[in-house]
């Protein structure tokens, strides 16, 4: 059964490479992208154009870019923390390494925090172990 991963990333040249890494790593998950933190937000709770659960189906893993314009991947986190019922596992995929920004991230429930990198690996690796 594949399972599907929502990635939440604005930069459309980190969306081709993370779609070209998974491409490579033949994982068992359908990728769906949206471009910033109300879009995610919509996408998890089914409004607007992502109401159909068959097109958009809710997604086992969020991976989440920090930096996005509307709504940032902190806002997205705190707004998951006050929705008990939306249970997905979030990673982190930001440019940022500040150690901040990783303790702010865990502290509002993301699992796993990377940085962008051009390979992807780490992330690739890590999903595959599931």
Request: charged letters at 30%; glycine letters at 4%.
């Amino acid at each position: 059964m594949r399972r599907i991963i929502l990635l939440a990333e604005d930069n459309p040249d980190d969306v081709l490479i993370f779609q070209i890494a998974f491409r490579r790593a033949t994982l068992p998950y359908d990728i769906y992208v949206v471009r910033d933190g109300e879009q995610v937000i919509a996408y998890l709770t089914g409004a607007g154009q992502y109401a159909d659960r068959q097109r958009f189906p809710f997604p086992d893993v969020l991976v989440l870019d920090l930096k996005m314009p509307i709504c940032s991947g902190f806002d997205v986190l705190e707004w998951l923390r006050s929705q008990p019922e939306k249970k997905v596992r979030v990673m982190i995929l930001s440019s940022s390494d500040d150690a901040r920004d990783v303790r702010k991230a865990a502290d509002l429930g993301a699992r796993d925090f990377f940085v962008k990198s051009p390979r992807l690996l780490d992330v690739m690796q890590h999903l595959g172990a599931d």
